[in-house]
């Protein structure tokens, strides 16, 4: 977890030299061993920074909800 962004960031490390194809977007590039590729960011938000990026979007919020104990949320908005 970085706290500074907070979020969580997923890496590949490679194990060795391998080159990478994937036809379906013509795309194919080397990857060495040891090379890491960022595969994903898990972005985590609590309700000021979502408020902050729907106010930020031309959006209001109209609902949130949260489980029991407001570890995930749902949030609802429309344009203004």
Do not use: C
């Not at 970085?2 to 391998?18: C, D, K, V, Y």
């Not at 590039?29 to 902050?52: C, H, M, N, Q, W």
């Not at 029991?68 to 749902?74: G, R, T, V």
């Amino acid at each position: 977890y970085n706290p500074g962004p907070a979020w969580i960031e997923m890496w590949l490390r490679s194990t060795e030299h391998q080159r990478v194809s994937l036809p379906a977007i013509d795309l194919e590039f080397v990857v060495e061993e040891g090379e890491e590729i960022l595969t994903e960011i898990s972005a985590k938000y609590d309700r000021p920074r979502i408020e902050r990026l729907v106010s930020g979007a031309g959006l209001e919020m109209t609902d949130f909800y949260t489980d029991p104990e407001n570890l995930f949320a749902l949030s609802l908005s429309r344009k203004l």
